[in-house]
């Protein structure tokens, strides 16, 4: 079946610090790969996507490409500031699913960012 | 325009006792999935829906979960005869259609005491 791991948390860094967060899957079929962000006090929220190999998904300074070689879906981003603090969560979606494209989640990594 | 909401917030019951989940999808959205978030961990899957039908109920644990969606619109999941272990955050999501980005509302937070 469908699975992703992702880097466990908590990570702490300072503001303006180079982020990663390692996130892999395991799928059957073709998944469209994305980073979720769930902030304090709010919903989940669509962070970026990618939909096939090699696309790179972007937003907010965020970024992370879809690597089939070695089915990683890594999230990036080159200055932090404290308003990233949230916890974000990879996922795919796999169309294999007769047209169910539900999504499989990792288990989250909670990033905080201090001044 | 509005996105999805869920009623209510927040949810405590008793062991035993039933319970109703609703959601409003955003307008014109034709798919919906349900999911549940327990503390620590990613949302998990458990129906979804694509109009009125559930068209893939595999994620629903037992067979006290069951969950509705009469006019395509709002949906309701129904928990029969809770347990604690019920106790999570039940998120609903929307998209216009199946393969669309999924909107997620605020979730409810079920407490089984």
């Known amino acids: 079946g469908n699975s992703v791991t992702q880097m466990e948390g908590p990570v702490t860094l300072s503001e303006e610090a180079f982020l990663t967060i390692n996130c892999t899957y395991t799928a059957t079929g073709y998944p469209s790969l994305f980073w979720y962000v769930q902030y304090p006090g709010e919903g989940l929220q669509l962070l970026l996507k990618?939909?096939?190999?090699?696309d790179k998904g972007s937003n907010k300074g965020f970024e992370a490409t879809y690597r089939k070689e070695t089915t990683s879906f890594h999230l990036e981003k080159g200055s932090v500031q404290v308003s990233d603090s949230a916890v974000y969560f990879c996922a795919l979606s796999d169309q294999s699913n007769f047209g169910n494209e539900k999504l499989t989640f990792g288990t989250g990594t909670r990033l905080t960012i201090i001044p | 325009g509005a996105g999805v909401s869920q009623t209510p917030s927040n949810k405590v019951t008793e062991k035993g006792k039933y319970v109703e989940l609703r959601c409003d999808p955003i307008?014109?959205?034709?798919?919906l999935y349900w999911y549940r978030q327990s503390l620590g961990q990613g949302p998990e899957f458990l129906i979804y829906f694509q109009g009125t039908g559930a068209a893939d109920d595999s994620g629903l644990p037992n067979d006290r979960f069951f969950a509705v969606r009469p006019e395509g619109s709002v949906s309701t999941l129904k928990i029969q005869r809770t347990e604690r272990g019920d106790s999570a955050v039940y998120l609903c999501?929307?998209?216009?259609?199946?393969?669309?980005?999924?909107?997620f509302g605020p979730g409810t937070r079920l407490t089984v005491l």
């Open positions: 999501a929307s998209s216009l259609q199946a393969g669309y980005t999924q909107y």
């Open positions: 307008s014109g959205h034709t798919a």
């Open positions: 990618a939909t096939k190999a090699d």
